[in-house]
């Protein structure tokens, strides 16, 4: 159970003679009266050191001082549990550890109730963070003990601005991973950057010879007329080195990042290759032409996707304004949901929710990822999700959201709520739900399957098919199961007894904001009602 707590500060700076006789300085004194120092000896594992009941029962109290409440039996258990696995993997720095921590709660408990407040403030905020970085069983149970005894502290959490700035990463995370002379892109997923005689070019992992897949550079070119007829005169160069099976025509189009790019599709057959499917692009920026290749022996389909996403993230460092700029920090935040009604008479009209998610550094995405936002990783999303991915600028009560397809839309702010566009209802705001701690059951019904949930406010769930229910993919969605649950970040973290804990997005109304019993709560973005 090792957590980095600071109980040698405790011993520094309290345990002293002189400490000990200093008048209390409390910022506030506890009405909670915490467990008396256990000197039982009582052997529970052998070792150099044994594992004693004291070392158990003091580890508890610590935590139940640290928290100002009673640990429930399940929590007890558990912690011992925890500790009897440290001991019986003989890990010299783990039982270390321990031991600090048990002897920390005996110089506590000496203290006077002054000195003991001081210590929980500065301990207090350490232990959380750590717990909430581990989110493993027993971490979560302790969580699940404190979220119980302050709601209204679980409720504020930690800085969450602070955590999703950070995980949203500012304007760095527009800036594409790597770069070649002026290209700069995200290398493809599973793809190498490798150094051959005429430059350097991006190659797939693993690829089986003689097989040939490779995207080249060329070198830039100033251009002397006009872009069309420069690509007309370079590839009738590139025919001299293969013979043309088949080929399409010259096509214009604009990228995402805002650049003009010719490109031309051909089937292709040369000595060295074999049968080739080959592309030739060039982009012009200003008066330069910065021309790249792709070349493929192999199943074409397979790899025309990583040269797809290769051209989507194409941007160049001469080009100005390449990367975007994002809005005044600290404008929205958080999840918005709105209503449309999309199709046509033809076809027929489909209501659905838009979940949009504001940073407050001036990115955003219009989507919930099913596993929530703790955790999320902006860089990682524009690059699997760019067309989901967008950044935002507040001008007073309106704003602009620039996504990274190259679309626009116009909204404002009306109270609490968000509208965008012209025909779309208002985007509702959702709770803060840091911590908070359930109340009831719920059960959530679609195309047949049916699913139920119960939390309980001391942080335990049990659960009958709603993995499934709500288009969750997981091995246990049939199983169901029981365990502990943890709420941040608009995610549902479900830490079953039997098995690897998942996390869920989650939400709830922001006109439940505070509730443990709201008439609604969402998973995965599907909606579960409270049941009798």
């Known amino acids: 159970m090792r957590f980095p707590i600071a109980v040698a500060f405790v011993f520094f700076v309290f345990a002293s003679d002189e400490g000990r006789g200093q008048t209390a300085r409390a910022q506030r004194s506890s009405a909670f009266i915490p467990p008396p120092i256990s000197y039982d000896q009582t052997v529970i594992v052998k070792g150099s050191p044994s594992l004693t009941r004291r070392v158990v029962e003091n580890t508890i109290g610590y ?15 558990a912690i011992q549990a925890d500790l009897v696995a440290d001991w019986q993997r ?3 720095s783990e039982i270390e550890s321990d031991l600090e921590l048990a002897k920390g709660y005996e110089t506590i408990a000496a203290l006077n109730p002054g000195l ?16 909430q970085s581990k989110a493993n069983p027993i971490a979560l149970r302790l969580l699940s003990v404190y979220n119980a005894a302050h709601p209204q502290a679980a409720s504020a959490g930690p800085d969450t601005q602070r955590a999703r700035q950070r995980a949203s990463g500012g304007q760095d995370v ?41 995207i080249g550079f060329l070198p830039a070119e100033t251009l002397r007329g006009d872009l069309a007829s420069w690509f007309r005169a370079a590839w009738a160069e590139w025919q001299k080195q293969f013979q043309v099976l088949q080929a399409g025509q010259i096509e214009r189009r604009h990228n995402p990042n805002g ?37 493929c022996s192999a199943d074409f389909y397979q ?7 290769f051209e989507h993230s194409l941007t160049f460092a001469n080009l100005t304004s390449n990367v975007p700029e ?20 033809s076809l027929g009209f489909r209501p659905h929710n838009v979940h949009l998610v504001f940073f407050p550094d001036g990115n955003v995405i219009r989507y919930l990822p099913k596993e929530g936002l703790e955790n999320f990783d902006f860089r990682a999303a524009r690059k699997n999700s760019r067309d989901y991915c967008g950044y935002y600028r507040m001008n007073g009560h309106r704003f602009t959201i620039h996504w990274a397809d190259q679309s626009i839309e116009e909204g404002e702010r009306a109270g609490a709520t968000l509208r965008i566009g012209s025909d779309s209802m208002p985007y509702q705001p959702t709770s803060h739900s840091d911590g908070l701690m359930l109340d009831g059951s719920y059960r959530t019904e679609r195309g047949g399957l049916r699913g139920s949930m119960r939390f309980s406010p001391d942080g335990y769930f049990t659960e009958a098919g709603v993995l499934e229910a709500v288009d969750y993919a997981s091995s246990r969605a049939l199983r169901g199961g029981s365990g502990l649950y943890h709420i941040k970040d608009n995610t549902l973290t479900l830490s079953y007894e039997d098995g690897p804990s998942i996390r869920i997005s989650f939400y709830v109304s922001a ?12 998973l995965n973005t599907h909606a579960l009602e409270r049941g009798n």
Do not use: C
């Not at 003991?116 to 717990?131: I, K």
């Not at 790899?303 to 996403?309: E, Q």
């Not at 006109?511 to 969402?522: A, C, L, T, V, Y």
């Open 63 to 77: 935590f139940s001082w640290l928290f100002e409440t009673q640990i429930p039996d399940k929590v007890r258990a």
């Open 90 to 92: 003989h890990n010299p």
């Open 116 to 131: 003991q407040a001081e210590a929980r403030s500065r301990l207090l905020p350490a232990t959380l963070a750590a717990l």
């Open 174 to 214: 527009w800036r594409p991973d790597s770069q070649v002379g002026d290209f700069r892109f995200d290398l493809p997923k599973g793809w190498k950057q490798m150094q051959a005689p005429a430059g350097t070019i991006l190659v797939p992992n693993g690829l089986s010879q003689p097989s040939v897949v490779m």
């Open 259 to 295: 650049v003009d790019v010719l490109s031309l599709e051909a089937r292709v057959t040369n000595p060295r290759f074999g049968y080739s499917d080959f592309i030739l692009a060039a982009a012009q920026i200003g008066n330069q032409v910065e021309p790249y290749f792709f070349l």
């Open 303 to 309: 790899y025309r996707d990583a040269f797809n996403d």
């Open 326 to 345: 994002s809005g005044i920090a600290g404008g929205l935040k958080g999840l918005y949901v709105g209503y449309k009604v999309s199709g046509d008479y």
């Open 511 to 522: 006109d439940e904001e505070g509730s443990r019993q709201p008439k609604f709560i969402n």
